[in-house]
């Protein structure tokens, strides 16, 4: 688990207090909902609003006279300097807030992603794997249930087990167990990175001393709704659209300086 999976168990839990009744496009937009509070409201306590409306009106007064300016080339040089350091005094007031306020959006942002992206396998659909081995490491696995051998080689799918009744990948000996069936699902599972310490795999991790770089698999995205090109039925559009909708709803309402 890394840094921003720790809320994950909180989030699927108030998740699963909402399922019964709602479907998975409610359930996006009101973490949508959320993350626009969070984000709008820190920004509002972290910024200067104050500073930031004078700045705001500095700025336009030396946008007309720079407009306007019809002299000297060094008297346009003066202006255009000061404008350039009003504009980077504004993005800095605004910039820092803004970028605090979007970290409590990350713990969301991954367990949405975790929650989301994937359409969970059904038991016995057939899951294509591809593994990548080191180099002049290629060697055949074991796939095995109930402690029986199924399949032994090139192993390339693998036919989703029920919890209770779980399949394991091991080396060639089947004296290593390499991953078992069924996992919470990941495109990959790879070593562990320096960067699973902000951002977990929810699938797992090879050990390091893997003859195997990775594992990936051909696990279906998940469509929350049913029209408009793929990318429009995923998760992460509806999220940023519902959260970027929201956010603009409280700016205006809230009167919030940016």
Request: proline share 5%; hydrophobic share 45%.
């Amino acid at each position: 688990m890394g840094l921003f999976d720790v809320l994950s168990p909180f989030f699927l839990s108030f998740d699963d207090l909402l399922k019964p009744f709602t479907n998975s496009l409610f359930r996006i937009s009101f973490w949508a909902l959320i993350s626009a509070i969070v984000s709008s409201f820190a920004f509002k306590k972290l910024s200067n609003p104050t500073k930031i409306s004078q700045l705001k009106t500095k700025l336009k007064a030396k946008q007309n006279q720079l407009n306007q300016h019809d002299g000297e080339f060094s008297e346009l040089k003066n202006l255009a300097i000061d404008t350039i350091k009003l504009s980077i005094k504004r993005m800095v007031l605004t910039f820092i807030p803004a970028l605090l306020a979007s970290i409590p959006i990350l713990f969301i942002l991954t367990y949405l992603s975790n929650q989301y992206e994937l359409k969970q396998p059904q038991l016995n659909d057939s899951i294509h794997l591809n593994i990548e081995w080191q180099k002049d490491k290629n060697q055949q696995l074991v796939q095995t249930q109930n402690n029986t051998t199924i399949k032994s080689g090139a192993i390339e799918t693998i036919n989703w087990p029920a919890i209770n009744n779980p399949i394991y990948l091991q080396n060639s000996t089947g004296n290593v167990t390499i991953m078992s069936f069924p996992f919470n699902i990941s495109n990959i599972i790879h070593k562990k990175q320096w960067w699973n310490t902000l951002i977990g795999n929810p699938a797992g991790y090879l050990t390091d001393d893997s003859d195997i770089n990775s594992i990936s698999f051909d696990f279906k995205p998940q469509q929350i709704i049913g029209f408009g090109p793929p990318w429009v039925r995923s998760w992460l559009f509806i999220y940023f659209f519902m959260t970027f909708s929201f956010s603009i709803i409280f700016l205006v309402v809230f009167k919030i300086k940016f």
